[in-house]
Structures are given as C-alpha cells and as structure tokens.
C-alpha cells in the first residue's frame, strides 16, 4: 500500500501528461467496485471509516473536524487496498471562518479584486481545516427576489455574473491545485436554477436554447475557461429534462462544444430526485440516467453505489463511461496533491481563522457592498450627531448578520453594528423589536422616548439569515414583523432617521424610505459588518456600492429585470394607473402597454443604482471611431467629476443595445465598468475600450456572431441614466 503511495505522490507538482499516466495506472489496478466507490460522494465524518476502508467513499462533505477527517482518510488511505485518499468537501459561500457578505453583496461592490481576495482567505481558512473542494462559486442568474438563493448568487446580469466567478474561481483556485491553500472551485448550479417559475424554488424552468446560450451558459463558460476544477448539475428541469440527467448540457456542451475536462457531481440528491421529476423510474435508473448522461460523482442519492456495478454488467452502462467518471476523480485528486498530502495538520486553521488581515478583507468588502438607496438632506454621514438611538432587530444579531451559507462562521468573532457604533457615539440601545419577524411592539413607546433624547437614529431592519438561501422563497418582500411599524414610530420623534436593511435579497421598501431620511442597504454583510457600517455611518467611509439586481415595488412585479428585451407595446409614459379609472367606466383598453395599473412600470431602483456623500457629473460620451469593423474595438471616453465634498469611488458603467437583431435583443446590456477614485473637485477622463466581438450573440440561426447593424451606448451611474451615443458596426 505504502509503495502504491509513494509512487504515486510525487506527482502532484509534475506536468499534465505525467498526471494522465499515472491516472491510467492506478485506473488499470481498480476493480469496477473500486471504479464505483470513487464515484460515491457522501455526507459525513469519522463514522464513515468502515466505508472507506473498503474503497467506496471517492469524497465527504459536511465535516469540518480535523481529527475526524484525519481518521476517516487514514481508513481510506492506510486500510482500502489501493489506498486512494478522499477529497474532502464543503460549502464555503463566502467565507469559511471569517465570513464575508454574501455573494449578492460581494456582486454589489462591482470590485472584482477583492471579490478575489476574499475567495483566497476563505481558501487560506478553509484548507487549513482540511477542505480541499468548495461548492462555489454560484453563478445562476437571478430572475426574481422570491427566490431565496438570490443571497448567493451575483445578480441578474451575466457581465457581472461573469466577474464575480471567475474572481472567485481565482481566489480559490490560487496558481496552483497542488498549493496546500488551493482547494477546488465548483461552478454551480448548471444550468438556468434561477429561473424557476414564481421565484419558487426547485419549479421548473422553461429556458430556449437562445437564452440559456446568450444569458445562462456564460458565466459557466468564462469560469470553465479560468480553470474551474469541477462543476455541480441543478436541481431543475428544463423543458422537461433535469439537468442531472441532460446529456446535451453535460456533454455535448460541457465536453464537446467547451472542451472542458474537469469533474461533473450532482447536487444533493439531485439524481434521486428525478424519479419525483416523473424523468426515472427508480433509483436504479436515474442512476443509469446521470452516469450515461455525464455524471462523474453522485453527492447523496446512494444511486451509483447501490446500482452501478449491476447497470454495467446489463450493458446499461459501459465500463467506458466508468473509466471517464472515475478519470475525471482520480486527476483532480492528484492535482490536489492528496496523494502526497492527504493528512491535515491540525493545528493549522488557529493560525490562521480570523486573522486580523483576514477580519481587515471582510471588512473592506463589507464597506464596497453596501448601497446609499436614499439621503434626504445629507442626512448621513452622521458625523455631528454625539447622542444616537441604535434600534431594530438586527442592530445586534450576530449569527444573523452572517446571512446564509455560513456554516462554519463563528457568530463570537462577529462584529455588530451596536458593538462599533459604541466605539463612536453616544449610543442609545433600545431595540425595539427581538427578532426580524417579531410582531411585538409593546417596546415601542420606550423606543420613541429615546428617540426624542438622541441627536439622531440609526434603525436596523432585515431580515434573519435563515429568511433566505436555500428553499426560502418569499410571496412578499415586505419587511417582515412590524419592522416597517417601528422605522414609523422612530420617524415620529422628528429626528434624523438613518435605516440600515441586512438582507438576503432586494425587498420591497418603497413604504420604508417615507419613513427615513437615509437607507443603507447591506445584504448580511458578515462577521465584519458593524465596523463598515460604522464607518459608512460616521463618515470614515463613503458608499460605493451599487445594485446587482433590480428593486421592485412590489412582488407582483416579479419577475422584473433590467436586460430584458423591449416587448411589442412597452410602457412610454402614456400608462393609466387605477386611481385614474373612472367609476363605472366603460370597456376600453387602458394604456395599451406594458404595465401594472396598480403599481405602474418600472422598479423602485434600477440594476446598477447606488448614491454616493458625494455626487459625480457625466460628460457625454464620444467614441473615437463611430463606424466600426467587426473585428475592431470601440474606444469611448468620457469626463467624469467629482462635484461633492467626499473623496469618493465611482462605478461608471458601460451599456450597450443592439437596436435591430435577427432575434430581438435586450433594451441594454453591461459590457463593462470601472470603479474611479475622485478628490473632490477632481475631474478625470475615462476610457472604455471594447472589443466589438464582445457585441457578439446567438442569432436567429444559431450562430455566435456580431451582426451589422445599429448600435446605442451609454456610460451612467446605473442602468437607467446616461446620454445615449449611437455607433455603427459595419
Ligand atoms: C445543496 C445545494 C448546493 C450545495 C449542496 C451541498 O442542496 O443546492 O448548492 O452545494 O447541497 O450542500
């Protein structure tokens, strides 16, 4: 066993090739049993050492303690007959011990570096635990905020998608796989989750092969070329067919049209799950389904291991098939360098959990995600006030701070709000409510007499962490509780009201900001959250952050994006809205476009939006060549000036429109953005250069392709402002 070992482990660092023969070596001594048994994902720890030893865990997720991974791998290891470490796995979203805001957060910042930071310290922290393998990034588009794992996601815009994952895949994947502070990326979930109909987690999907290439596949395809290890099947159908058992996407797109080698596992269960889809007759054959459609390994459904042996000798499946899965295993395992290292040190992660330039990180990316929404007379920052009330349920709520996903976040390290607001005010503590959904408001009259004792006051609205994520879908968006009540009955005092929001998901509160001066939107911005926000509030600090997803009015608005496409009769002004309706009116057509008669067109706030203390003027663009080749690249400059009183960062954004396609394409899309640092006063010119080959879709025929034609650009603070400049593509 030893010498198997140690023959096999000085691989790890050496070239690819050298990698495949040994991988065709090893494969060459397994039995199929043994085949199998790599393929058997399993959720678990220590218990699980009789498996190993017999060769039939290929991975475990869902155990953090060294010791017990140490004694589990040892079984596999020293006790199975060829000794095949196992590839220990987790879900570090956004952070391992010191927690980052959650993905939707992190998208806000529009700052894909520290995006990348912060996927390295969850790597740094993770790694020194044991975890090798993380079930991120998540790359589905959002399509509407009732879905609750919008939280982990970077929004509804594939540009943005597309950053953000690979800034992840990046941080995590370091230059390296074999670097023991590497641990493999898993480009999730694939493909099209987020579009489940009504925001409804695991519904179904109706996607077309156009929108799945031209939105969907995207951020999948970019993170596959920056080197994403492995990737996770989706829990939805698509058309009629679950991901976990579609042969088009896993290998005619994945393998064939992408060229991608890495490792395919399903999610939980996922290939269980397509007998409930009505896609299976019994676990035998979604087993059967999954391994012949592309499925490397099974994570939970028991499937492979129970019936694979026996679907091979039917001839169901080839033992070719068997080898590809089991290939695809055995090379990131010897990427990894588990052969050579397969123990943990484990004393590593206390030198590294909650390193201060760990705690710094989170920090600073807590600070670039939060969203100025509001700021009525400057209110903030409050950097007079001396006396503060601190109220609302989430001003103090460390575990909830975290948001979801943050399994192994300690909510001890976590920094609250009324903790850092401490360190600068006066403050006044009364929360007012206990909890996010509390109803209570027999506090409220304590709550009011503070407010008129305070120079101002900060309320902390939100939702708790577990009011998103995973198959937490929401019919309405409002503040839960009698929070809305309590931001109500702090404004009666008259004084400065300033209302933090930490949530999980853009909700619906027009009614709130009636009720505020300012709002700060921080989606649960993690262990590090009250100093940045205490920054934000006290001005040592100033917002930068901008929307990843639209804000709706109201639910009923869902599904609502900014990418869509223009409709036939879209909305221009023209609208009549119910209050306008005569009594008793007679049949007519009202408006005639596309719109609500309640709650009208359009969102509370645009993709993109995001105030700043200070405040930018955009020059008009102007584009150096405004007729273009197709292999040509457009350069467009423009003036942007700091008019404020701030030093400030600005995300200037890039949109483009094709106004006429073989297929209609979306009112505008982001091509690209850049954060710009401003003294006050400060005026800089700016220049984008895009390829034109970045305008390039899939059009009527199929084809990935830039087509001529007439185009529009605009350069703005968000997706609904900026002068439009037109260009030609020849
Ligand atoms: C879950 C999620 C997936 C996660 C996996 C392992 O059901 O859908 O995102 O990585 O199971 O926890």
């Known amino acids: 066993m030893a010498g198997a070992i140690a023959a096999l482990a000085s691989c790890a660092t050496e070239p690819q090739s050298d990698i495949d023969k040994k991988v065709d070596d090893l494969l060459s001594q397994m039995t199929l049993r043994e085949k199998v048994g790599q393929m058997n994902q399993l959720s678990g720890g220590a218990w699980l050492a009789e498996t190993a030893a017999k060769g039939e865990v290929g991975s475990i997720l869902n155990c953090v303690d060294p010791a017990e991974l140490n004694a589990v791998q040892k079984a596999a290891v020293e006790e199975s007959r060829l000794g095949i470490p196992i590839l220990i796995s987790r879900d570090v979203i956004h952070g391992f011990r010191t927690i980052f805001p959650i993905p939707l957060g992190q998208a806000a910042t529009f700052d894909p570096a520290i995006v990348e930071k912060g996927a390295r310290v969850a790597a740094v922290e993770a790694t020194a635990s044991g975890i090798r393998w993380t079930f991120s990034p998540m790359l589905d588009i959002a399509r509407d905020p009732r879905w609750g794992r919008v939280a982990e996601g970077a929004g509804e815009d594939p540009y943005l998608d597309v950053q953000m994952g690979v800034a992840m895949v990046k941080g995590y994947q370091g230059d390296d796989l074999s670097d023991p502070t590497s641990m493999a990326a898993c480009i999730k979930h694939f493909v099209g989750y987020g579009a489940a109909e009504g925001g409804r987690d695991y519904n179904s999907t109706m996607i077309s092969e156009r929108s799945l290439r031209n939105t969907y596949f995207p951020a999948f395809k970019a993170t596959a070329e920056a080197g994403a290890a492995t990737l996770m099947t989706s829990f939805n159908e698509i058309d009629g067919i679950p991901s976990t058992g579609n042969k088009w996407l896993l290998k005619n797109i994945l393998r064939d ?243 933090v929001v930490m949530a999980g998901r853009p909700l619906t509160i027009e009614r709130d900001l009636a009720n505020c001066d300012a709002m700060l939107y921080s989606f649960h911005p993690g262990t590090m959250g009250g100093p940045a926000l205490a920054d934000l509030i006290k001005g040592k600090a100033v917002p930068s952050g901008k929307l990843p997803m639209t804000f709706l009015r109201d639910a009923g608005q869902a599904p609502f994006y900014y990418n869509h496409n223009n409709g036939g009769r879209p909305c221009n002004g023209t609208e009549t809205l119910l209050e306008d309706i005569p009594i008793a009116a007679g049949q007519t057509s009202l408006g005639c476009t596309s719109y609500y008669l309640d709650s009208g067109y359009g969102p509370l706030f645009p993709f993109g939006y995001g105030l700043s203390y200070s405040s930018f003027e955009y020059g008009r663009p102007v584009i150096e060549n405004a007729e273009l080749e197709r292999d040509g690249t457009i350069r467009v400059s423009f003036d942007l000036k700091n008019t404020g009183r701030y030093e400030a960062t600005e995300v200037a954004q890039l949109y483009v429109q094709d106004k006429v396609g073989s297929v209609v394409r979306p009112v505008k899309e982001l091509k690209g953005f850049q954060r710009v640092t401003l003294a006050p006063g400060e005026s800089k010119t700016v220049t984008f250069e895009l390829p034109v080959s970045d305008l390039a879709f899939w059009n009527i025929d199929m084809e990935y392709v830039v087509e001529p034609g007439d185009f529009r650009l605009w350069i703005a603070g968000d997706s609904a402002s900026g002068e439009p400049v037109d260009f030609i593509v020849k």
């Open 257 to 499: 049209e992408w060229g991608w080698d890495g490792m395919v596992v399903t999610d939980w269960n996922s290939a269980g799950e397509m007998i409930a889809h009505g896609f299976s007759r019994d676990l035998k054959h979604t087993a059967e389904q999954a391994v012949n459609a592309g499925v490397d390994m099974d994570m939970m459904s028991y499937g492979f291991i129970q019936y694979v042996e026996e679907l091979v000798a039917e001839g169901k499946i080839s033992e070719k098939e068997i080898d590809r899965a089991v290939r695809n295993i055995l090379k990131l395992k010897f990427e990894l360098g588990l052969f050579e290292n397969p123990y943990i040190d484990e004393s590593a992660s206390a030198k590294v959990d909650y390193a201060p330039k760990h705690l710094e990180a989170a920090k600073q990316c807590a600070i670039e995600s939060a969203i100025l929404l509001q700021n009525k007379r400057n209110v903030l920052p409050l950097d007079k006030a001396r006396t503060i009330l601190v109220t609302g349920p989430l001003a103090d709520a460390p575990y909830e701070q975290m948001g979801t996903w943050a399994f192994d976040g300690q909510k001890e390290h976590t920094v609250t709000p009324l903790a850092a607001l401490r360190e600068e005010y006066d403050v006044i503590w009364e929360p007012g409510l206990k909890y996010s959904r509390d109803k209570d408001t027999k506090d409220f009259a304590k709550v009011r007499n503070a407010a008129a004792r305070a120079d101002a006051a900060v309320v902390f609205v939100g939702e708790e962490a577990i009011l998103s994520g995973e198959a937490h879908s929401l019919s309405n968006l409002n503040l839960q509780g009698a929070q809305s009540e309590l931001i109500a009955e702090v404004a009666k005092a008259g004084k400065p009201v300033v209302v």
